[in-house]
């Protein structure tokens, strides 16, 4: 069973950036899709990006121009560089690991504990 753990969480200001990093660890995930989800206080968890084995990839419409994502299938790592954050951009965002990517990640077999991300105005 995939295990993930995520990093590089934290406050920062409006405008700024952050990168985020999923390791994973396990097994039975290294030609899996590797994303990235994120829940505000008292709102559903959503679908931020996510990319491929073979690099493919995918964002929502509300980050597509600021958020990057990639990965290092050396290091079993997938990250996520945050560029001119918003406040809106502040919650929880979890690593998942899954099997099928369309417009959003789907049969997700694993999930990280999650790291904060604070924008502050």
């Known amino acids: 069973q995939v295990h993930l753990v995520e990093s590089g969480g934290g406050l920062v200001e409006t405008g700024g950036s952050l990168r985020l990093s999923c390791v994973a660890s396990g097994g039975g995930f290294y030609n899996d899709v590797m994303g990235w989800f994120r829940q505000a206080p008292g709102e559903k968890r959503e679908f931020v990006a996510a990319?491929?084995?073979?690099?493919?990839?995918r964002a929502a419409d509300s980050v597509k121009d600021r958020f990057t994502i990639s990965r290092d299938s050396t290091k079993n790592t997938a990250y996520l560089q945050m560029n001119s954050l918003k406040p809106e951009d502040t919650a929880v965002y979890y690593c998942?690991?899954?099997?099928?990517?369309?417009?959003?990640?789907?049969?997700?077999?694993?999930w990280g504990p999650g790291t904060q991300v604070t924008v502050s105005s």
């Open positions: 998942a690991v899954g099997t099928s990517l369309s417009t959003t990640l789907r049969d997700i077999t694993g």
């Open positions: 990319i491929t084995y073979n690099g493919f990839t």
